[in-house]
């Protein structure tokens, strides 16, 4: 009887221990589960910098330049450009010019006022420039449209040959009066408008600039103000003034 009850207590005392132990997580150990690390991300190279894009031809608007700037340009063309350099204030600059210049002679005319005897073409490409502003169309308004800007085309060309560095500019033609442009359909706004959008184009197609002087000189109708006109075409002094403000806020950012 003795025997069987301290059986019975061992059995107890067992079931006690056992139940001590679950309680307090005994037991045969668990296997810790290896997780691998996350791997810091790899910083992305930062790129060079580059010269930014141009969204097109047209010359930005920005803060005036001083006349230095255009101490490296030549302002090309014909007897408007004769014009801007009598009336137009601008104090540094080459002036390579002539009345009746177009797209066809400039390779044979002496430009007026250098005593050059060589054409206003080859007194351009004889001098590095590093712009060269080109202002020519008016004395072409006869030409059809297309014809007159392959001619432009091929003289843009002949030009960078020469001077593969510089950075060249297409001006538009200037507006007419209503009065001139009534006269007919030759020098009429309509057709003025109709080679700006040629010249614009050329620009985009040969990788120049384009300055538009519509926006400078025409006035709320469109026009060119009979009063800033000589004779519809041509400008008074006083415009030759508001052209080249407009080139010293309108110009190839360096």
């Known amino acids: 009887m003795r025997d069987k009850m301290k059986r019975s207590c061992a059995l107890c005392?067992?079931?006690?221990?056992?139940?001590?132990?679950?309680?307090?997580g005994g037991g045969a150990?668990?296997?810790t589960q290896y997780t691998e690390p996350t791997p810091e991300p790899t910083p992305e190279a930062t790129p060079e910098p580059t010269e930014p894009p141009r969204l097109g031809p047209d010359l930005p608007a920005l803060y005036p330049v001083e006349d230095s700037y255009f101490e490296d340009a030549a302002f090309f063309g014909n007897s408007l450009v004769v014009g801007l350099k009598l009336y137009g204030g601008l104090e540094a600059g080459d002036f390579i010019a002539g009345t009746s210049a177009?797209?066809?002679?400039?390779?044979q005319m002496a430009p007026e006022g250098t005593g050059e005897s060589r054409s206003m073409l080859d007194a351009l490409c004889a001098k590095p420039y590093g712009k060269i502003y080109l202002h020519l169309g008016i004395n072409e308004i006869g030409f059809d449209t297309d014809y007159f800007a392959q001619l432009y085309g091929q003289l843009v060309d002949r030009i960078r040959e020469s001077q593969p560095d510089a950075a060249i500019v297409i001006t538009s033609l200037t507006p007419v009066t209503a009065a001139k442009s009534a006269q007919g359909e030759t020098f009429s706004q309509t057709r003025v408008l109709r080679y700006n959008e040629a010249l614009h184009k050329l620009a985009e197609d040969k990788d120049c600039y384009y300055l538009d002087l519509i926006p400078a000189l025409a006035g709320p109708d469109g026009f060119l103000p009979g009063s800033a006109s000589t004779d519809g075409v041509h400008l008074t002094p006083e415009m030759y003034q508001v052209w080249a403000d407009w080139m010293r806020t309108h110009y190839v950012p360096v």
């Not at 005392?13 to 307090?24: N, R």
């Not at 177009?102 to 390779?107: A, I, L, P, R, W």
């Open 13 to 24: 005392l067992l079931l006690a221990l056992t139940l001590l132990l679950c309680a307090c």
């Open 29 to 31: 150990p668990t296997e």
């Open 102 to 107: 177009n797209v066809v002679n400039v390779g």
